[in-house]
């Protein structure tokens, strides 16, 4: 089995080098692709002096987001390599080597399409959740009820009791696919440019019968880069986020006219909250 790791750099070399220096020895990776999203600062000139006949940078012309630049290095990996399993992770992820050879285990004897580690994060640890429905949806654009749209899609604490936890959506910082579901479902969804990614690919793996899973043995540790705060202010970043949003509920889950109409109604209301909060912050 044959295992390729794709790694997406914006303005964030530091995070990539300290990654590429941990992982290039990994013996259970057998190519890894860097993917330069057009960084604004001298990230790909530094990240050129790490290719080898393991690892390879590659450029985008210009940066079209988080799918958009993960799908270029993905069609690299394929394009001139033989793998059987993709990885996705972002560069401020910390993992072990043998976490790695779990997961890719799991991929060889279960019915699984993607596995992913638990994800433990400053403030929460993420193993997986449930597709959005139209009420948790709306809760996510009322002011301190983001509570409740948690509490609507998490799953009971006794299911991950178990080695393996079946999953309909895993954190998009850091999982494994195999390829030939990667490429049944075009890879990522570069309708978007920021946000809602795993939960696009949990929708169409769901609708097309594909298995997820969380495997509760094994973790890694997501550092939470800057790159994307330094970078996109806090209301260009909400609006980012309810674009993938909608995008998401009108193309790939299809909402009627009514449901997005409300969807909206309740974006601009919590547009409106949030722009005076950020007013009184500064």
């Known amino acids: 089995?044959?295992?390729?790791?794709?790694?997406?750099?914006?303005?964030?070399?530091?995070?990539?080098?300290?990654?590429?220096?941990?992982?290039?020895?990994?013996?259970?990776?057998?190519?890894?692709?860097?993917?330069?999203?057009?960084?604004?600062?001298?990230?790909?000139?530094?990240?050129?002096?790490?290719?080898s006949k393991k690892i390879k940078i590659?450029?985008?012309?210009?940066?079209?987001?988080?799918?958009?630049?993960?799908?270029?290095?993905?069609?690299?990996?394929?394009?001139?390599?033989?793998?059987d399993n993709i990885i996705i992770s972002n560069p401020d992820i910390i993992v072990r080597e043998e976490d790695i050879k779990v997961l890719i285990s799991d991929l060889e004897k279960k019915d699984i399409a993607v596995i992913a580690p638990v994800v433990k994060e400053p403030n929460e640890i993420s193993r997986g959740w449930k597709l959005p429905t139209f009420f948790s949806e709306l809760l996510?654009?009322?002011?301190?009820?983001?509570?409740?749209?948690?509490?609507?899609?998490?799953?009971?604490?006794?299911?991950?009791q178990k080695d393996l936890t079946q999953v309909e959506v895993v954190k998009g910082c850091f999982f494994i696919i195999k390829k030939e579901v990667f490429e049944i479902i075009d890879f990522f969804d570069e309708g978007t440019f920021l946000y809602y990614e795993e939960i696009i690919i949990g929708k169409k793996l769901k609708e097309l019968g594909y298995k997820t899973f969380v495997d509760?043995?094994?973790?890694?540790?997501?550092?939470?880069?800057?790159?994307?705060?330094?970078?996109i202010n806090r209301i260009n970043k909400f609006k980012i986020l309810k674009k993938s949003q909608f995008y998401y509920e009108k193309y790939v889950n299809k909402w009627d006219v009514f449901k997005l109409i409300l969807l909206r109604i309740s974006y601009y209301v919590d547009l409106f909250l949030v722009s005076v909060i950020n007013l009184f912050r500064r």
Do not use: C, W
Request: charged fraction near 30%.
């Open 216 to 231: 509760n043995r094994v973790s890694v540790i997501h550092a939470l880069s800057k790159s994307v705060d330094k970078s």
């Open 140 to 160: 996510s654009n009322v002011p301190y009820f983001h509570f409740l749209e948690n509490k609507i899609l998490s799953y009971k604490e006794e299911d991950y």
């Open 58 to 83: 590659v450029e985008t012309l210009e940066n079209q987001g988080y799918a958009a630049g993960n799908n270029v290095g993905i069609r690299y990996l394929i394009d001139n390599y033989k793998v």
């Open 1 to 51: 089995m044959k295992n390729g790791i794709v790694i997406l750099n914006y303005n964030d070399f530091e995070n990539t080098k300290l990654m590429l220096d941990e992982i290039k020895n990994f013996k259970v990776l057998d190519y890894i692709i860097v993917v330069d999203n057009k960084s604004k600062d001298d990230s790909l000139k530094k990240l050129k002096k790490y290719e």
